[in-house]
């Protein structure tokens, strides 16, 4: 999913980093290449006109966050608007206060309704509902058996008649029998074509007009690009719907039609489909598919966390530190007791102001953070001041003091050592190699 848009956006924001000020060149520059990577991924070129021109506002403008390099500041900035251009939060499938809620699924042949509803269908169920799925594709009756099979798979209730010519009339009786059954949810999957005629418009038209349902949603096939919106632009206006579920988004390596169809047809993704497999559909959340397309979702989270987590001030005396290469002892246990306080552990090292991504890829356990916090306990504090006068016997006296052995206070020291010199060479601007915390 999105591996082409995700690969340029990568190499693009590479050259960003490291740079000193963010000038107004530079986001040129950068933008100028974020647009083209946008219209080669096949999004519609006003939302990516509409983008770049909110991106530039924002990076140029006041809203600099003094803590984050330059390159981050665009990252993060254009993090924010992919997430708005997604639609910012999930929108969920809206349920009937009066069950059963019914869903109607409409789209084109081949778009993946039928495998949808039965997804959708299996989804509901493992929420503890009580589904039914409807066969409404009167037209062929290949799409009806297809639809059994698949309910049968699942164990759901496939209401269905090969005698009723009327999908109007069809889905009434199916509405009857579900309240029958106390069934909570009924999902129709209505007839499909290879391209939108009138017929099927009016067919849908007047299923919706006589049911009733709570949700029209489209399925669209996210790898038809611009074609996808263009048709769910057409349901919209034709019929109305109240949602897209994106299928196939697991073929889909450029994303155009993720990121167009929302604004462009103003109607929320709701869902999406990742495979063929009936449990292949996820909630569609536009955070974390922002933090897909640019490959990076550790980063954009740890720097959220780092800015509520740190103020400004602090991480200034603390970088001045590092610059002056005076990080002791007593510097790397206060870090590591506000990490602590952060969440989960794994990777947060690299949000120590300054650090950055020289010591990327560390995994840290609870208790491993639990042993160097007793090791420099032990220590007194001319120790944790100065590396340099813990010789053996205080070695000795600092592993009998914090339960550890003289083996894990050298390793620590050892790693103190390397991780000093890792912020001197990350400050020459060179900080690549990564970090291991010692592994007790
Ligand atoms: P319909 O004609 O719209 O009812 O489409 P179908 O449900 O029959 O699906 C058409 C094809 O798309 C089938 O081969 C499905 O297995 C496949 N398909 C549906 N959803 C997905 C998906 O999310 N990912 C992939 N890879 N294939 C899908």
Known sequence: MFESLSDKLDSIFKKLKGRGL????????????????????????????????????????????ESLSPGQQVIKIVHDELCELLGATNQRIQLSPNPPTIIMMVGLQGSGKTTTSSKLARFFKKEGRRPMLVAADLKRPAAIDQLITLGKQIDIPVFYSKEIQDPVVLCESAVRQARLEGRDIVIIDTAGRLHIDEELMNELLSIKTKVNPKEVLLVADAMTGQDAVNMAKSFNEQIGIDGIILTKMDGDARGGAALSIRNVTGRPIKFIGTGEKIDMIEPFYPDRIANRILGMGDVLSLIEQAQKSFD??????????????????????????????????????????????AVKDIKVEEKEFVKIEAIINSMTKAERNNHN????????????????????????????????KMMKMFKGGMGKKGFKLPKF
């Open 22 to 65: 963010l000038k107004e060149e530079d986001v040129d520059v950068a933008l100028k290449e974020v647009r083209l990577a946008l219209l080669e991924a096949d999004v519609n070129f006003k939302v990516v006109k509409d983008f770049i021109q909110n991106v530039r506002e924002r990076a140029v403008g006041k809203e600099v966050l």
């Open 389 to 420: 006068i813990i010789n053996g016997s205080r070695r000795k006296r600092i592993a009998m003091g914090s339960g550890t052995t003289v083996t894990d206070v050298n390793r620590l020291i050892k790693q103190y050592l390397e991780m000093k």
């Open 312 to 357: 400004q001030k602090e991480a200034e005396k603390l970088h001045k530190r590092i610059m002056e290469e005076s990080f002791t002892f007593e510097d790397l246990r206060d870090q590591l007791k506000k990490l602590r306080s952060m969440g989960p552990l794994e990777n947060l090292i690299s949000m120590i102001p300054g650090m950055g991504k």
